[in-house]
C-alpha cells in the first residue's frame, strides 16, 4: 500500500502581510479556491473545502482553511492544502510593524498558505 502522508518533501509555500484584516480575509479565501482549482481542475479530484476547527487550525494563527480529498482505496480523506490567516499574533510576537497611511504605526496582518507533493502522491492512491 502506498503511504500518501511519509513521502512529502518539496513545498508551494506562501507567507504574506496586510495592512487590514479584511484584506488578510480576503486573500485566505482566494488561495483556497486556487487550491481547489488546482485539484479539481488540472488533477480531475474532487475536494471539499472548509474552515478547520480549533483543534486542527495552524498553532498560533487566528484561523486555517482547508482543502481535503476522498481516498477511495482506503476509505478516508486527506488534508490536500491549507491556508492560514495568522492574524497580528506574530506581528506582536516578532513586533513586525508599518507605517500606514496616517503615518502611524501599526502591527500587519499575516497569512500563510501551502500544498505539497502530497497533491501529486494524492493523485496517485
Known amino acids: 500500500m502506498l503511504d500518501c502522508r511519509s513521502r512529502e518533501f518539496l513545498w508551494h509555500e506562501g507567507h504574506t502581510a496586510f495592512a487590514t484584516k479584511e484584506e488578510a480575509s480576503t486573500e485566505v479565501l482566494q488561495i483556497l479556491e486556487l487550491y481547489r ?32 480529498a476522498f481516498i ?28 500606514n497611511e496616517k503615518g502611524e504605526k501599526s502591527m500587519f496582518w499575516q497569512n500563510s498558505w501551502a500544498y505539497s507533493t502530497r497533491t501529486v502522491i494524492t493523485w496517485a492512491c
Do not use: D, W
Request: hydrophobic share 35%.
Open 72 to 99: 477511495p482505496n482506503t476509505g478516508r480523506g486527506i488534508q490536500g492544502a491549507t491556508s492560514h490567516c495568522l492574524g497580528q499574533n506574530f506581528a506582536k510576537m516578532f513586533e513586525i510593524n508599518f507605517e
Open 37 to 68: 482549482h488546482i485539484y479539481e481542475e488540472f488533477l480531475a479530484i474532487p475536494v471539499m473545502k472548509g474552515r478547520k476547527s480549533e483543534l486542527g487550525k495552524f498553532a498560533g494563527g487566528l484561523y486555517t482553511t482547508g482543502v481535503e
